[in-house]
């Protein structure tokens, strides 16, 4: 087992069901932006997408792994 210290928070008004509109909006508002953005949920051609415009209007770095894949995050 290996420890990471993180911190869990809740983010208010952010649903898991949000479309991509609203993802964008989502991201757009954060202050500071990400530099890292994982697509986790859907379908994997839709993340891919995603990824793509956050790349492109936020320039962030992002992430599409496949299901099942392992995240180092560390």
Known sequence: MVKIGCEMV????FSGHSDRRQ??????NMSPRPKNVICHHGDYQKCNELGRTLREK???????PNNLETVRLV
Do not use: P, Y
């Open 10 to 13: 809740t983010i208010d008004g």
């Open 58 to 64: 936020f320039k962030v770095r992002t992430f599409a």
């Open 23 to 28: 993802l964008l909006e989502f991201i757009e």
